[in-house]
C-alpha cells in the first residue's frame, strides 16, 4: 500500500511560482509512474501532468506546458510540480496519483488510470 502526501501549496500572487511536492511511503514508488490532478471548486478533476518511473518520459495538460515541470528523485520517493508564471485560472486543490504501471502518457489523463491518491494541496493564485 502506498500513501502519498502533498505539501507546497499556498497563496501566490499571479506571476509567480510554487515548487509541491509528494512524497510516498508505505512502499518505494522508484517502479512507478506518477503524476499530478487539480480540482477547481465546482469543476472536475483533471490532468495536469504525468512522468515515467525514470523521469525521462513527462506529459502535460496544454493548459499548463512550458509553464509546469514535473520531476523526481527517486532515492528520495518524491515527485516534484514546479509551477511558473502562475495564473488565477490555476487555482486548485492539487492532488498526487501514482501507479505501479509503465508510464501511458494518453492512459495517464484518465482518472481510473491510477492507483493511489494524495488528500491534496491547496494553491490559490491571486489577480
Known amino acids: 500500500q502506498v500513501q502519498l502526501v502533498e505539501s507546497g501549496g499556498g497563496l501566490v500572487q499571479a506571476g509567480g511560482s510554487l515548487r509541491l511536492s509528494c512524497a510516498a511511503s508505505g512502499s518505494t514508488v522508484s517502479s512507478y509512474a506518477m503524476g499530478w490532478f487539480r480540482q477547481a471548486p465546482g469543476k472536475e478533476r483533471e490532468f495536469v501532468a504525468s512522468?515515467?518511473?525514470?523521469?525521462?518520459?513527462?506529459y502535460y495538460a496544454d493548459s499548463v506546458k512550458g509553464r509546469f515541470t514535473i520531476s523526481r528523485d527517486n532515492a528520495k520517493n518524491t515527485v516534484y510540480l514546479q509551477m511558473n508564471s502562475l495564473k488565477p485560472e490555476d487555482t486548485a486543490v492539487y492532488y498526487c496519483a501514482a501507479d505501479s504501471s509503465r508510464l501511458n502518457t494518453i492512459a495517464s489523463m484518465a482518472l481510473d488510470y491510477w492507483d493511489y491518491w494524495g488528500q491534496g494541496t491547496q494553491v490559490t493564485v491571486s489577480s
Open positions: 512522468v515515467s518511473w525514470s523521469g525521462f518520459t513527462t
